[in-house]
């Protein structure tokens, strides 16, 4: 058999196959929660489930102001995207944002694929108010200014470590190497965006041959969205620089949640310390994205850092699981949401 032949036969059968493929990565994605769960049992057990339920205890009724505090950032978040929204022209209620922004985190968090699960909800929903394309361009310029705000903190985080930790000489290096890796390669997103970037993919995709109708249908619309995006960074370049502080605020806000709990649990750190902490609530999100919720590996982070600080590290496991905790309320929130709102159509 040819290898064309053959390679079409693969094709073939991976198209016929997405329904298969998708009940794989459902079990997959089941798999990696079940041993993020196993994970998370064995390490309460290696502390004590008395021990854990002691220190959680401290919160007590006080647990409702944790469960509060996320309104600080979504409400900035949401506000950020609002004005993305308002500077292409388009009127939406900040409440319509607030809770599809709430709803797309929720979708992130119980998800293996994080953003890219509840971006593309965030976009339907959003569409009841508006355009497709403007809903679309605006969720990508607010996931960018996102990862910015992101960039900020966690430039914050590795400039103040890189003078207070005694670190390693091998790290005092990679430490302003990512810096400056994480720097250019926003520029380059960024420049790309502004070049147009869907429809640079969408060509590339056209040369594979793969669903070359459906994208040449779609052509316009794509020229419109890069059009959009292109607009937002040339015609507001004062509000991109307004937005990706509001951006990384809303991330500063979740070292302060985390100070908040401490101060609560009677733990013994300082507020750096809890940046410390939220720069690796980022960073472990990132690299076990298939874990939905990072569940088990985010305890086992906060533990080995408090170690590394000389901090009695079941502190760090008790109060990644009162975050857990506030986290569940939250996707519940979210979850709530999707099943009652329901947002008329635009006339």
């Known amino acids: 058999m040819s290898r064309g032949r053959t390679t079409i036969i693969l094709i073939f059968f991976v198209v016929h196959q997405k329904m298969d493929i998708k009940k794989i990565q459902k079990k997959l994605s089941m798999v990696f929660f079940l041993f993020g769960l196993l994970l998370l049992v064995f390490l309460i057990r290696k502390v004590g489930w008395e021990d854990v339920w002691q220190q959680i205890q401290k919160v007590n009724y006080k647990i409702f102001y944790i469960f509060l505090f996320p309104i600080t950032w979504y409400s900035i978040q949401s506000f950020a995207w609002w004005r993305v929204l308002t500077d292409d022209g388009v009127k939406v209620s900040l409440i319509h944002v607030f809770l599809t922004k709430i709803t797309g985190e929720a979708i992130n968090t119980v998800t293996p694929l994080s953003f890219i699960g509840g971006d593309p909800y965030r976009i339907y929903l959003l569409q009841k ?157 990132f690299l076990f994205v298939f874990i939905p919720g990072s569940m088990g590996v985010m305890e086992s982070g906060y533990g080995a850092l408090f170690y590394i600080l000389k901090i009695n590290w079941e502190h760090g496991v008790a109060l990644q699981l009162v975050r857990r905790i506030r986290a569940f309320f939250w996707i519940g929130i979210g979850l709530l949401i999707i099943l009652f709102y329901k947002p008329t159509k635009k006339a």
Not at 134 to 148: G, Q
Not at 185 to 192: G, H, P, S, T
Not at 210 to 234: C, H, V
Not at 250 to 276: D, K, N, Q, T, W
């Open 129 to 285: 108010k508006t355009t497709k394309t403007s809903s679309a361009s605006s969720v990508v310029i607010d996931r960018t200014m996102y990862f910015l705000g992101v960039f900020l903190l966690l430039l914050l985080t590795l400039c103040i470590g890189w003078f207070r930790l005694a670190l390693p000489p091998l790290w005092r290096v990679l430490f302003p190497v990512f810096i400056v890796g994480f720097f250019v390669f926003f520029i380059m997103l960024v420049r790309f965006q502004k070049k147009g970037m869907f429809t640079t993919i969408s060509q590339l995709v056209l040369k594979t041959g793969i669903q070359k109708d459906r994208i040449l249908s779609y052509s316009e619309k794509i020229a419109d969205l890069d059009e959009k995006i292109g607009s937002f960074y040339s015609k507001h370049k004062a509000h991109f620089f307004e937005i990706m502080i509001l951006h990384f605020i809303g991330r500063f806000l979740g070292a302060v949640e985390i100070f908040i709990i401490a101060s609560l649990l009677g733990l013994p750190i300082e507020f750096v310390h809890c940046l410390y902490l939220a720069s690796l609530t980022i960073l472990i999100n």
